[in-house]
T-cell receptor, first 112, second 114 residues
Framework: EDKVVQSPLSLVVHEGDTVTLNCSYE??????LLWYKQEKKAPTFLFML????IEKKSGRLSSILDKKELFSILNITATQTGDSAIYLC????????????FGTGTRLKVLA | GAVVSQHPSRVICKSGTSVKIECRSL??????MFWYRQFPKKSLMLMAT?????????EQGVEKDKFLINHASLTLSTLTVTSAHPEDSSFYIC??????????FGPGTRLTVT
């Protein structure tokens, strides 16, 4: 059965700290891995990763994929209170249904 | 970027009534839309995949007669929660798949059944 597991489930840090969120997967016919940030409403897209070893960056956020070890990490440096959210990892298989398999999410809280 | 809207954003209904939620892709055509349910502090749970012009594909454990899905056009899918009960109270989110393969999420609908 396909599954995506995120760790930790929750995390509390102070502003300025650096955090690393983990996402491991066991998915048949992997196509891509995506990271989303969810605050009070629906998830907003952060990154899509398809190739191993290529880091994607957006400001203080970066992410990388390891297709051999089947995991990805999302790094946030110099955290701010506005980074407080649930971070969701999803894997898109190559099957014809196009559906994503979501992980459990990591709830991040950044304290001032 | 691609925009997906949902209506209503929030709805309160009485037990036994039905509620319809609309999901629209505003600036692109989506042959495939997805409906998710999210419980408090939990991840998204896929309920069904909605394909334009054909029947929806439901995930295991999701009652198709309870959650009616219609994908009448390339920009609109609807989810109707029939004979709603308090346990149906949840946050319902749709997403629409673009031709490029990305899924864009709607803002969600918070349903409360009293």
């Amino acid at each position: 059965e396909d599954k995506v597991v995120q760790s930790p489930l929750s995390l509390v840090v102070h502003e300025g700290d650096t955090v690393t969120l983990n996402c491991s997967y066991e998915v048949t016919n992997f196509r891509s891995l995506l990271w989303y940030k969810q605050e009070k409403k629906a998830p907003t897209f952060l990154f899509m990763l398809t190739s191993s070893g290529i880091e994607k960056k957006s400001g203080r956020l970066s992410s990388i994929l390891d297709k051999k070890e089947l995991f990805s990490i999302l790094n946030i440096t110099a955290t701010q209170t506005g980074d407080s959210a649930i971070y969701l990892c999803a894997v898109a298989p190559t099957s014809g249904t196009y559906k994503y398999i979501f992980g459990t999410g990591t709830r991040l809280k950044v304290l001032a | 970027g691609a925009v997906v809207s949902q209506h209503p954003s929030r709805v309160i209904c009485k037990s036994g009534t039905s509620v319809k939620i609309e999901c629209r892709s505003l600036d692109f055509q989506a042959t495939t839309m997805f409906w998710y349910r999210q419980f408090p502090k939990k991840s998204l749970m896929l309920m069904a995949t909605s394909n334009e012009g054909s029947k929806a594909t439901y995930e295991q454990g999701v009652e198709k007669d309870k959650f009616l899905i219609n994908h009448a056009s390339l920009t609109l899918s609807t989810l109707t929660v029939t004979s709603a009960h308090p346990e149906d109270s949840s946050f319902y989110i749709c997403s629409a798949r673009s031709q490029g393969g990305e899924q864009y999420f709607g803002p969600g609908t918070r349903l409360t059944v009293t």
